[in-house]
């Protein structure tokens, strides 16, 4: 049952280097999501998808991107690492309804530094 | 200003009492409302859900929505250690062309002592 799959678990990273963090899921979920947590912050929306080759804007996109060749995955690719983007980040992924809202399985995180 | 609005606590209670949390909004849009639990260095958890305005009750937990007062609450009965954690409220205007988009509060954190 391995659901939502974020690697790495952790990462530290000087600044202005780039790195990719790896999101895979096996429930084929239309719709996934990537999620920056801080102190006191809740969760923001950074990009989401809502099918292969489908990407749009979340709340604080600035300094990411993303792409989905495929239904399983869903990378986030920092393009020049800055201090500011130390935060836990965290993968969702749900299924779509036409119905509406349904429920985020969110994977365990990754925790990044940027020194 | 936030649009979903959560105070951080932390919120301390002896075992067995009566956990109240709740959430403030201002997008009149919101139809979804949701309650995410999430333990230490783990990643958050549905706990409930509801649709509009009204009551579900799930075991311990029950959750209100009040749309005319933009107001949502979470109440844990009987509370055990176990309950220990992070409580999240999110919202979703629930148009399928969005994505599922969440919006989250800042997250409540609780601690029920034994």
């Known amino acids: 049952n391995a659901g939502v799959t974020q690697t790495p678990k952790f990462q530290v990273l000087k600044t202005g280097q780039s790195m990719t963090l790896q999101c895979a899921q096996d429930m084929n979920h239309e719709y996934m999501s990537w999620y920056r947590q801080d102190p006191g912050m809740g969760l923001r929306l950074i990009h989401y998808s809502v099918g292969a080759g489908i990407t749009d804007q979340g709340e604080v996109p600035n300094g990411y991107n993303v792409s989905r060749s495929t239904t399983e995955d869903f990378p986030l690719r920092l393009l020049s690492a800055a201090p500011s983007q130390t935060s836990v980040y965290f993968c969702?992924?749900?299924?779509?309804?036409?119905?509406?809202?349904?429920?985020?399985?969110f994977g365990q995180g990754t925790r990044l530094t940027v020194v | 200003q936030k649009e979903v609005e959560q105070d951080p606590g932390p919120l301390s209670v002896p075992e067995g009492a009566i956990v109240s949390l709740n959430c403030t909004y201002s997008?009149?849009?919101?139809?979804?409302f949701m309650w995410y639990r999430q333990y230490s260095r783990k990643g958050p958890e549905l706990l409930m859900y509801?649709?509009?305005?009204g009551n579900k009750e799930d075991g311990r937990f029950t959750a209100q929505v009040d749309k005319s007062s933009k107001y949502i609450s979470l109440f844990i009965r009987d509370s055990q250690p176990s309950d220990s954690a992070t409580y999240l409220c999110?919202?979703?205007?629930?148009?399928?062309?969005?994505?599922?988009?969440?919006?989250f509060g800042g997250g409540t954190r609780v601690l029920v002592k034994p």
């Open positions: 999110a919202m979703s205007g629930g148009v399928k062309a969005a994505g599922n988009k969440l919006t």
């Open positions: 509801t649709y509009s305005s």
């Open positions: 969702a992924s749900s299924y779509s309804w036409q119905g509406g809202s349904t429920e985020a399985f």
């Open positions: 997008n009149s849009a919101f139809q979804y």
